[in-house]
């Protein structure tokens, strides 16, 4: 049997773990998915499960895709931590030393939307289209931008979901609820904003809630922003609130609007259709992305100064 053909990847989500051994979307050979606990305990299942892989020698590398804030910067101390999070028990969690340690096998490490925009890009929606970008719009709102094939880092990560939009507050008098910035676009469009705005999560806000035109105008004001500035040939819409299907016309719609005929490209006047799309690789984005970071750290060498390797 021929060994380490596989990968390993964990998507270290901030609810939920999914770790997975597979060569590719198309062959996965084993997955599990287990809540967010504790770091001891919820570390612990992830090395349980990859251990007999890793006795066998079927596993080459493995690429966890974490929540944040992440240390990414290879030359601090605390490089693989999870820093500052407001996760109870998780603030400075050293998850890459922990795993290497338990599991000494190359592991590459970055942000779960750039792990998840990666996969995109590899074997999803985005497949071909670089640069492009992947947002999800869920609990938090973050994106992952992929140029040249790799997730882009500049100072520091990208911090997407926080940049400012437009806020009315005669239309939507909620003061948003992002404990940095208030009204920013996570602290107007994320998950628990809608909750907290409404009473209700969004999978019980009903189709015809005139509330969800202002979700689907804020989310159209952000890609107005990203479209102008990044010019991503494919945009992908991840994460919870965007399981609501019915956005997805709405916010092509507007994004359209928006830009009102200023970015002259046929794939936003006639294609907007297959510009903005939902992820390819539906909930395996992330797991799925590990996997490519972790196949993508194998395969180029060169990139041996790249902090996520
Ligand atoms: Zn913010």
């Known amino acids: 049997m021929p060994t380490k053909k596989l990968y390993g990847g964990i998507e270290a989500g901030g609810t939920k773990f999914v770790c997975v051994v597979a060569g590719g979307p198309d ?16 570390l612990g299942r992830a090395i349980q499960f990859f251990q007999p892989f890793i006795a066998q020698e079927q596993i080459a590398a493995i690429g966890v895709g974490a929540f944040g804030p992440l240390d990414l910067n290879p030359e601090s101390p ?3 931590f999870i820093t500052a999070t407001p996760k109870p028990g998780w603030s400075n969690t050293d998850v890459l030393g922990t795993l290497r340690r338990a599991l000494q096998v190359n592991i590459a490490f970055d942000m779960d939307v750039n792990t998840a925009a990666l996969g995109e890009h590899l074997w999803g929606a985005s497949k071909g289209y670089d640069p492009s970008l992947y947002l999800t719009i869920g609990t938090g709102i973050g ?3 992929i140029v040249n094939g790799k997730p882009l880092i500049g100072l520091l990560n990208l911090e997407m979901g926080h940049i400012r939009i437009p806020h009315s507050r005669e239309l939507d008098p909620f003061p948003g609820n992002c404990p940095f910035h208030g009204d920013c676009f996570e602290g107007l ?17 009903p189709e015809d809630d005139p509330f969800w035109n202002i979700e689907a105008d804020y989310i159209a004001l952000a890609l107005m922003n990203y479209i102008l ?13 965007m399981q609501r299907e ?5 916010i092509r719609r507007r994004v359209r609007e928006l830009l009102h005929g200023y970015v002259a490209s046929k794939t936003i006047l006639e294609n907007i259709g297959t510009y903005i799309l939902p992820p390819g690789l539906g909930n395996q984005s992330g797991s799925l992305g590990a ?15 790249d902090p996520r390797i």
């Open 189 to 205: 469009a994320s998950g628990p904003a809608i909750e907290k705005r409404l009473g209700l999560t969004g999978t019980a806000i």
């Open 27 to 42: 062959h996965i050979v084993d997955e599990i998915r287990f809540p967010t606990t504790t770091p001891a305990a919820t």
């Open 229 to 241: 500035t990044l010019s991503p040939r494919k945009i992908i819409l991840g994460g919870g609130v």
């Open 246 to 250: 019915f956005l997805f016309p709405k």
């Open 78 to 80: 605390t490089y693989g």
């Open 291 to 305: 996997i490519a970071l972790a196949a993508l750290a194998m395969q180029v060498d060169e990139r041996k100064d």
């Open 143 to 145: 994106g992952g931008y």
